[in-house]
T-cell receptor, first 113, second 113 residues
Framework: GENVEQHPSTLSVQEGDSAVIKCTYS??????FPWYKQELGKGPQLIID?????GEKKDQRIAVTLNKTAKHFSLHITETQPEDSAVYFC????????????FGSGTRLLVRP | DGGITQSPKYLFRKEGQNVTLSCEQN?????MYWYRQDPGQGLRLIYY???????QKGDIAEGYSVSREKKESFPLTVTSAQKNPTAFYLC????????????FGPGTRLTVT
């Protein structure tokens, strides 16, 4: 079945450095790719998303890139801050549905002050 | 104050008992979802509803039931048939149709002993 692989599972960076999280997906018909940030004990928060008709999208310090040919997409966080520490999830919308997201297994990001 | 509310935040039950988790949204969204999250894993779709009085099974529907009698409400019942019910349960909603962005509630942590 369809799946999304996410790497790395943990990432530790120094405050001010950049962080990159990568995901690959298997459903070539997927056309929507959101990223979520989840703080401990809370629900995931949608932070950025991208559709298959664009290759890159930016929102202040975060950006997402998409390579449809290779079926992978990445989250880039620049100038990291301690409050960026959280678990980040990527997801891909199944190509046969407008409703079914397939989630990666998550990346725990730690930003060291 | 618009959003998704889930209650209670923590829920404890004895094995063999059914339990119902509440999810309410005042975003006027047509679609609602239930996910399950286990430690160190991504989110898995239990059930979703595109519109009132309609719902479909997700990837792990066995042992769960839902209803969608009102647009604002999508309660989830964890039945005694669910073999491993202890988990963090997340409710989400989206506008529906081609608007794929899903927004999550704060979650309910269910512990069954």
């Amino acid at each position: 079945g369809e799946n999304v692989e996410q790497h790395p599972s943990t990432l530790s960076v120094q405050e001010g450095d950049s962080a990159v999280i990568k995901c690959t997906y298997s459903d070539s018909a997927s056309n929507y790719f959101p990223w979520y940030k989840q703080e401990l004990g809370k629900g995931p928060q949608l932070i950025i998303d991208i559709r298959s008709n664009v290759g890159e999208k930016k929102d202040q310090r975060i950006a997402v890139t998409l390579n449809k040919t290779a079926k992978h997409f990445s989250l880039h966080i620049t100038e990291t801050q301690p409050e960026d520490s959280a678990v980040y999830f990527c997801a891909a919308l199944r190509g046969d549905s407008s409703y079914k997201l397939i989630f990666g297994s998550g990346t725990r990001l730690l930003v060291r002050p | 104050d618009g959003g998704i509310t889930q209650s209670p935040k923590y829920l404890f039950r004895k094995e063999g008992q059914n339990v119902t988790l509440s999810c309410e949204q005042n975003l006027n969204h047509d679609a609602m979802y239930w996910y399950r999250q286990d430690p160190g894993q991504g989110l898995r779709l239990i059930y979703y509803s595109q519109i009132v009085n309609d719902f479909q099974k997700g990837d792990i529907a066995e042992g769960y039931s839902v209803s969608r009698e009102k647009k604002e409400s999508f309660p989830l019942t964890v039945t005694s048939a669910q073999k491993n019910p202890t988990a963090f349960y997340l409710c989400a909603s989206s506008i529906g149709g081609t608007h794929n962005e899903q927004y999550f509630g704060p979650g309910t942590r269910l512990t069954v002993t």
